[in-house]
Structures are given as C-alpha cells and as structure tokens.
C-alpha cells in the first residue's frame, strides 16, 4: 500500500465476503492445486511449534509462494488447542499476513481460521466430487463433528448436490446431535449413530476431521466397495489400512511427515510406492480418479499453504473491490 498502511479483516468481514461462494473457492483451490503440480510455488515444510510435555497442542507456521496467475505469498499462523472447546473457545485460531511480492511488504492481515476451515472444506469437496466422477452417493459419513466437518458438509452440498442422507459421529453425543439438526435444517436427513463403525459400513463416502493424534481405525474392511474416505485429519487410520487401500494426497514430500498415517505407513514399508497420485494429477488428467471401482480410495490432504493464500487472495481483493476492512494507516515505517 502506498502510504504505507496495512489491511486489517476480521472474522465477521470474511464470513461475509465468502457466503454462497462455495463454487468460487473450490475452483480457486482447484487452480492453486494445479499451479503447485506444475512448479509454479514455493512450499517450504510446515513448521509445528510444540510444547513440553505436551502431545496435544500446537501452533503451525505454514508459509508459501503461489505464481501461476496468482502471484502472492505469506503466511498461515494457526493454533490448534482442543481443550479449548471445555472452555467454550474455538479448536483452531489463525492470522494470516499476505505481503506484496514486488516489495516484499505486508499487505494485509486477515483472520485465517475462517479461511483455513474453507480451503479445507473445499480441498475435500473437490476430492470428492473428482473421485467420484461426480456422482453423489447415496449416503455421507461425518466423524467428528467440529468446524471442519460443518464447513465440508456445507461444500458436498455444492460439490454434490444429490447426496441426501447423512451419517453422524461424534465421541461428544450433544455435539453430534447438533451437527445433525443443523444438516436437517439444512435439509439432509441426519442420523447420529452409536460408533463410526456405522458410518464406515453404511457410507460411501465418510469425512474423518477428528483431533486424533493416533490411528484408532485398524481397518476399512467394513466399508462399502469402491467407498472414498476424505482423511482430513490425517492421523485416524492404522497404517495397514492405509496400504489396503488407492491412496491420493496433495503433496506425497509434505503428508508423509509429522506422523500422519502416511508417514506411518512409509515408515512401515520404507518407501512411498503405495500413493498413487496427487488430487493436481487427477485434475489435470495425468492420472485417473480411481485406481478401480471397488478399492476404497483414501483421500489425505496435509493442507497446504498455497489453499490459504489462494483463499486469502480471493477475499482481499473482494475485500478492496467492497470497501471493506479497516487500513491502519502509517503500520509500517516511513522508508529512510
């Protein structure tokens, strides 16, 4: 900004700028995905602040370069607590800073939890849609039942307008009962059932966004013939389940760290072999949807930083066009 200013969004602003635009932001992460595949970003790994003895929280730098028509850098600072929601504050909590990339200098500052629930949901929505050849199924399954799973809800109704039925667990009852009601108000029937073993048998596509640090899930066996799990929280699976299955991810280098159950499985076989193909090769046509039609196919996204600033690109400049945010003039120091 010329006068050395920064724009400021806050939650409010950018639930607002991205209402109805599930369509919008699933292609702009769609063309994010395909500008990474073809080397047109710079991802560095994602950095996890930990804290002594303590294997629950975390705070995650996640920073990156998009070209490609984009043209935009910054960077995600997210925090995950789940013992915040015994105190009636959210899970996550973010700020993303988005700097020019001709001065190097801070544009903006946007609440990014907001943004990072919705690249996440329409990175699995997309998934979905993609694999599927866009035929919806006949029933969705939802484990966990936080912000992520509202928001991927929310985009499978835009992504796959047909489905109708929906599956709900959660280890929390009331909280499942209210993400049921919210999808019946939406217009889904909506069934909360005593254990995911349900889900997974009745669902040809199940979302798992839980705060699971390990796998709990030793098998998919149970699960219908050609089913697609969305495995957004990427630690749920055993890794035997993971090399049962036609594995997509969105970057092999950066999911098979941090102990996700991709990274379990590379450490149990010693190599990447069985990941079949990224979600940018199946958009670009390089690679098919499925392996075949009756191996479950497991999608898991590590989320990537270009998602947030692709995302946050399309809200800031919607964002300018509206008039919209609050510019604290004078932010950064006069140049010498």
Same mark, same amino acid.
């Given at each position: ?15 607002? %700028? ?17 500008? $990474? ?10 950095? +996890? %602040?930990? #804290?002594?003895?303590?294997? @629950?929280?975390? =705070? ?15 960077? *995600? ?41 919705? &690249? @996440? ?8 849609? @993609? ?37 709900? #667990? ?8 209210? +993400? ?29 966004? @839980? ?7 030793? $098998? ?10 969305? $495995? ?13 299955? /036609? ?14 159950? =991709? ?12 990941? &079949?193909?990224?979600?940018?090769? =199946? ?6 949807? &499925? *392996? ?6 497991? +999608?898991?996204? +590590?989320?990537?930083?270009?998602? /947030? ?18 510019? =604290?003039?004078? #932010?950064?120091? $006069?140049?010498?």
């Amino acid at each position: 900004m010329s006068d050395n200013g920064i724009l400021i969004l806050t939650a409010g602003e950018i639930e607002a %700028l991205l209402a109805g635009r599930e369509e919008e932001v699933m292609d702009v992460v769609g063309r994010a995905y395909r500008a $990474h595949g073809a080397g047109q970003s710079s991802l560095p790994h994602s950095t +996890f %602040l930990r #804290f002594p003895d303590d294997d @629950t929280n975390r =705070i995650i730098a996640l920073p990156a370069f998009l070209g490609d028509g984009f043209q935009v850098a910054g960077m *995600k600072w997210i925090a995950s607590f789940p013992g915040n929601l015994q105190r009636g504050l959210a899970r996550a909590s973010a700020v993303m800073v988005l700097n020019s990339c001709t001065t190097g200098l801070p544009e903006a500052i946007l609440e990014g939890s907001l943004i990072s629930a919705q &690249r @996440t949901a329409a990175s699995a929505a997309l998934a979905a849609r @993609t694999i599927l050849g866009g035929a919806p199924p006949a029933a969705a399954g939802f484990i966990g039942t936080g912000l992520i799973n509202t928001e991927i809800a929310r985009f499978l109704r835009a992504a796959l307008p047909g489905v109708r039925r929906a599956l709900v #667990f959660d280890l929390d009852p009331d909280r499942a009962g209210r +993400f049921a009601a919210a999808l019946r108000e939406a217009g889904s029937e909506a069934e909360v059932v005593p254990d995911l073993d349900t889900v997974l048998a009745t669902c040809p596509l199940v979302s798992f966004a @839980t705060t699971a640090i390990r796998p709990h899930v030793a $098998h998919l066996t149970s699960c219908p013939p050609g089913a697609v799990i969305l $495995h957004v929280s990427l630690r749920d699976l055993a890794p035997e389940a993971i090399l049962a299955c /036609d594995n997509v991810v969105d970057d092999v280098d950066h999911v098979s760290r941090a102990q996700t159950s =991709i990274h379990l499985a590379e450490q149990l076989t010693g190599s990447r072999d069985f990941v &079949r193909c990224t979600l940018a090769e =199946i958009l670009e046509g390089t690679a098919p949807p &499925r *392996k075949d039609e009756r191996t479950v196919s497991v +999608f898991s996204p +590590f989320g990537l930083g270009i998602l /947030d600033l692709a995302v946050g690109q399309q809200v800031l400049q919607r964002a300018r066009a509206e008039g919209r945010g609050i510019t =604290i003039p004078s #932010f950064l120091p $006069h140049p010498c």
